[in-house]
T-cell receptor, first 115, second 115 residues
Framework: AQSVTQLDSQVPVFEEAPVELRCNYS??????LFWYVQYPNQGLQLLLK??????LVKSINGFEAEFNKSQTSFHLRKPSVHISDTAEYFC?????????????FGKGTLLTVNP | GAVVSQHPSRVICKSGTSVKIECRSL??????MFWYRQFPKQSLMLMAT?????????EQGVEKDKFLINHASLTLSTLTVTSAHPEDSSFYIC???????????FGPGTRLTVT
C-alpha cells in the first residue's frame, strides 16, 4: 500500500513570491506521482505528473515538481505565484504498471496568495 | 478533451430517501470509473472502483448495499445513496480513466446534503 504526506496544511504567500508545497510518499513498489489542483466547489484538475523519464516535470502555468526517489519526495514549486493560484493542492500516488489505477491522496495544502 | 461531468451538482434530500448521482465521460470511453468522498477541508477518500460491465470493487469500510454503483456503459456510471442519513452529507466526486492511461479525469463533484 502507498501513503502520501503533505507536510503543510496551509501555505500563505504574497503575490509574485516563490512557493514550495511539500509532498512525501511511502511505497514498497515503484510509483507514479501526481499533483492535482482543486478550486472551491470544483473537482480536481491534473497539474502535472511523473510516470518515468526526466525527474523534473513542468506544467503549462509555471509549476514544476521534481521526483526524488532517495528522499521519496515530489515537491511542487513555482518561482512567482499569482492571485489566481489560490486553491487546494493535492499530491497523489499510484502503483506503477499493471492495471490498477487507484490513487492515494495526501490531505491537501491550501495555497493562499495575498496581494 | 477528457471531460467528465456530474449531475446534479447539488442535491438536498430528506433522511431515509435515496439519491442518484450520475458521472459521464463526455469525449472518451471510460473503462474504469472511481467514486470518491470528500469531507470539508479533507482529502479524497476512494469509495469504489467500477469497470464497465462488472461489479464495483468497494474499499474497506464502504457499505456496498448503501452506496450502489452501476457502470452500465463506457460513458456512464451512477452512484445511488440508499436510505440516506445526515452523516452521508458530503462532496462526492467521480473520476474516469481510459484503458492504458494512468491519468484520472475528475468530475466537478456533487454536494449532497441530507436533512
Amino acid at each position: 500500500a502507498q501513503s502520501v504526506t503533505q507536510l503543510d496544511s496551509q501555505v500563505p504567500v504574497f503575490e509574485e513570491a516563490p512557493v514550495e508545497l511539500r509532498c512525501n510518499y511511502s511505497s514498497s513498489v515503484s510509483v507514479y506521482l501526481f499533483w492535482y489542483v482543486q478550486y472551491p466547489n470544483q473537482g480536481l484538475q491534473l497539474l502535472l505528473k511523473y510516470l518515468s523519464g526526466s525527474t523534473l516535470v513542468k506544467s503549462i502555468n509555471g509549476f514544476e515538481a521534481e521526483f526524488n526517489k532517495s528522499q521519496t519526495s515530489f515537491h511542487l514549486r513555482k518561482p512567482s505565484v499569482h492571485i489566481s493560484d489560490t486553491a487546494e493542492y493535492f499530491c497523489a500516488v499510484s502503483r506503477a504498471g499493471g492495471s490498477n489505477y487507484k490513487l492515494t491522496f495526501g490531505k491537501g495544502t491550501l495555497l493562499t496568495v495575498n496581494p | 478533451g477528457a471531460v467528465v461531468s456530474q449531475h446534479p451538482s447539488r442535491v438536498i434530500c430528506k433522511s431515509g430517501t435515496s439519491v442518484k448521482i450520475e458521472c459521464r465521460s463526455l469525449d472518451f470511453q471510460a473503462t474504469t470509473m472511481f467514486w470518491y468522498r470528500q469531507f470539508p477541508k479533507q482529502s479524497l477518500m476512494l469509495m469504489a472502483t467500477s469497470n464497465e460491465g462488472s461489479k464495483a470493487t468497494y474499499e474497506q469500510g464502504v457499505e456496498k448495499d448503501k452506496f450502489l454503483i452501476n457502470h452500465a456503459s463506457l460513458t456512464l456510471s451512477t452512484l445511488t445513496v440508499t436510505s440516506a442519513h445526515p452523516e452521508d452529507s458530503s462532496f462526492y466526486i467521480c473520476s474516469a480513466t481510459s484503458g492504458g492511461a494512468y491519468e484520472q479525469y475528475f468530475g466537478p463533484g456533487t454536494r449532497l446534503t441530507v436533512t
